[in-house]
């Protein structure tokens, strides 16, 4: 099985304070190496459907992701290829806006939604715009409605103006919508802003504190009877602790998480959007299941907790975006998840030796959308 990011358009209906909000800040200056960008790739899905389909047809159990941009800006192209496809999975990433722009049995076809969520109302109105959290929730209520019963994941973003711990207890247990399923990433400066921020000190005084403190509620839900909760950068990671297991990128970019393209073309990961040195085919003549991996040489390498982290980031990785001390710090959070959850171990062994949960309750999709590793 093979999992693919579909990208309908570059095109979106926000401009989120650390996306494309980003291109209009005067301060931020690119400080990673400068990689070959096909500037010809089109905005919007060129292919031609049928090369599609004859590509998934070739992995019995493929699993499109639609991506952006905004993908349900593209919601008639979304239905047209849920209905002409071979056997497929799908799922969607959305910031959530147009939910409704998608009939029930479509909504009711979807594994996984993820819906781009801040935490409470004043954080994600202030970096994705006034009312978005509101008009969010009415879509969620939709969701409902329709008969959605996969899973639903709420994908943050975190910046220094959040606190970790309280953003993800609020998302789990609100009165507008509770979520089970959460995943998280940090704006870890992927536009070249280390200049004018304060990263290092919040990781140090509030992200990595808020990640223990998280990491002792996620444990104590257990103990008390609530299981599992499927907060993505702990429940994998845990489920391999308890098997023993190392992994590659957890994400599965480049290996067994791929993007197709605009123009048709496959490179291993949704953030490497033209990166034409690191292609992996084409739909017309690429076999799903024998796409090259995608891998390079770094110092996470030689990492004594790769087989934990699995590399963080391909895209950064090659790149490189961030200056050396930078860097430092996002390894550092790593290391952090990485002591807490293993210092968690035992507790969480006792709650599978006491039947409070077991081990099956750790089993996810993998590849699904969410990097795990923040």
Not at 20 to 38: A, L, M, P, Q, T
Not at 200 to 217: A, H, M
């Amino acid at each position: 099985m093979v999992f693919f990011h579909l990208i309908l358009t570059d095109d979106c209906n926000l401009c989120c304070s650390y996306c494309r909000g980003k291109i209009f800040s005067e301060s931020v200056e690119w400080c990673g190496r400068n990689i070959e960008i096909d500037t010809e790739l089109p905005p919007d899905l060129t292919i031609e459907l049928e090369d599609l389909y004859r590509f998934i047809e070739k992995d019995p159990d493929a699993c499109i992701t639609f991506y952006g941009g905004e993908p349900l800006l593209r919601a008639s192209l979304i239905m047209e290829i849920m209905e002409n496809a071979p056997r497929c999975r799908f799922m969607v990433q959305t910031n959530g806006l147009l939910l409704q722009d998608i009939p029930p049995r479509y909504i009711r076809r979807f594994e996984t939604i993820l819906v781009s969520l801040d935490g409470p109302r004043d954080v994600t109105d202030r970096h994705r715009g006034t009312g978005t959290y509101r008009r969010i929730m009415e879509n969620l209520g939709y969701l409902t409605t329709a008969g959605f019963g996969g899973e639903l994941i709420a994908r943050m973003t975190v910046g220094e103006d959040m606190d970790i711990h309280d953003a993800v207890a609020f998302l789990s247990s609100n009165r507008d919508h509770s979520f089970s399923s959460i995943h998280w990433q940090m704006d870890a400066e992927f536009a070249g802003d280390a200049g004018i921020r304060s990263f290092k000190r919040w990781l140090n005084r509030s992200y990595n504190p808020g990640i223990r403190r998280l990491i002792k509620k996620w444990v104590e839900m257990m103990e008390t009877g609530e299981g599992v909760a499927r907060w993505y950068p702990f429940l994998q990671p845990m489920q391999d602790l308890l098997a023993g297991k190392d992994s590659r990128l957890r994400c599965g970019a480049g290996y067994a998480n791929y993007t197709i393209m605009t123009d048709g073309h496959i490179g291993p990961c949704p953030v490497m959007i033209g990166m034409k040195e690191y292609y992996a085919g084409h739909i017309k003549n690429a076999n799903p299941l024998s796409l090259p991996i995608v891998e390079v040489e770094s110092e996470c390498n030689q990492c004594p907790i790769r087989g934990f982290c699995g590399g963080r980031c391909l895209y950064s990785q090659i790149v490189r975006p961030w200056p050396d001390g930078m860097r430092m710090a996002v390894c550092d959070s790593v290391k952090t998840l990485h002591t807490g959850l293993v210092e968690a171990l035992p507790e969480v062994r006792r709650c599978i030796d006491e039947g409070l949960v077991n081990e099956g309750d750790f089993s996810h999709t993998r590849f699904n959308g969410c990097e795990i590793i923040p």
